[in-house]
């Protein structure tokens, strides 16, 4: 079936919605007042709906409008995506790759995998998004980026398994958690202050279950977390790899718990679209893959 609307008369009805006016939206648009009123009635013609009721000098959706509202920013949204994506595909090579990593991942990890896809495409620039949680839930859903690899796989995405991460607790040696005499019960942590990496999505929507204490401090990246545990602020559950230095060398020391030492969480690689990818954005997700993939040796 043909459609009856085209994407400029939905694209009319966004703008007098958002704008409140038709003579607000014809100003952003770039158009007469006249051109978008038509687009309207034209959209109205075709679905034998109204879509607007004015009052006073307010254009207000009506129900039917205001659910046609809804689709159709999701049809023009993706209509920019499929647009974007032939250019891309036309230029054969993407001049960017935007790349999204949780911040559980040692930076190091990622730098090296960037620094063997720069040998392979040294004119292709990368936009690399250091986030917590759902931060990476929304570089994705808003494809701010074309590729991250996190903790969980947000819906409607499909994520390809790479490894394990463990968390441990840990403190500073002279923190009375490793005086007790005993092991660590859940009891006693909330009796002592806890350092938590703050979820940087719009929402703030995930917590991990982690905040056992009473008292809490909230920073934005785990090395702040790790800096603070070495002075003896508080104690934190932190990922291995950011701990086998610090360890080796006795300047933090494991929580003996009584129960749930480790925590254990599998790491994912995600395409914001696998299908539109272009070879740079493919050629990333193998380099990540392989560094990623590769259990580190232990400390």
């Known amino acids: 079936m043909e459609p009856k609307v085209s994407l400029e008369q939905w694209r009319a009805l966004l ?24 687009a309207i009635q034209q959209l109205e013609t075709a679905l034998g709906v109204a879509v607007f009721e004015l009052q006073g000098r307010r254009a207000v959706p009506t129900a039917p409008g205001e659910l046609l ?101 840990v403190t500073s040696p002279q923190h009375p958690l490793q005086h007790l005499g005993r092991p660590v ?48 602020l508080s104690y934190a559950w932190l990922p291995e790899a950011y701990l086998r230095e610090a360890l080796a060398n006795n300047e933090l020391k494991l929580l003996p718990m009584e129960a749930g030492a480790e925590r254990v969480y599998s790491l994912y690689l995600i395409f914001a679209d696998r299908d539109l990818a272009g070879p740079a954005t493919r050629h990333l997700a193998e380099v990540l893959r392989r560094h990623l993939s590769e259990r580190a040796p232990q400390a």
């Open 185 to 232: 019960t859940f009891e006693d942590l909330r009796h002592h202050r806890q350092m938590i990496v703050r979820d940087s999505g719009m929402h703030r929507r995930h917590s991990e279950g982690w905040q056992e204490a009473e008292q809490r401090w909230t920073v934005s990246h785990i090395k702040t977390s790790l800096a603070a545990v070495r002075m003896g």
């Open 15 to 38: 703008a007098v919605i958002d704008a409140g006016s038709y003579a607000k939206a014809a100003e952003q648009l770039g158009k007469s007042q006249s051109a978008v009123s038509y």
């Open 69 to 169: 509202y809804r689709r159709a920013r999701h049809l023009l949204a993706e209509a920019e995506r499929l647009e974007s994506a032939a250019c891309r595909l036309s230029e054969q090579v993407e001049p960017l790759v935007g790349l999204a990593g949780d911040v559980l991942i040692p930076p190091e990890k990622i730098l090296a995998g960037l620094a063997e896809f720069a040998d392979a495409f040294p004119e292709t620039r990368v936009e690399f998004y250091e986030s917590v949680m759902s931060g990476t839930d929304d570089a994705l859903v808003q494809r701010r980026v074309d590729l991250a690899v996190a903790a969980r796989v947000p819906p409607g995405f499909v994520g390809d398994y790479l490894m394990p991460v463990t968390f441990y607790g």
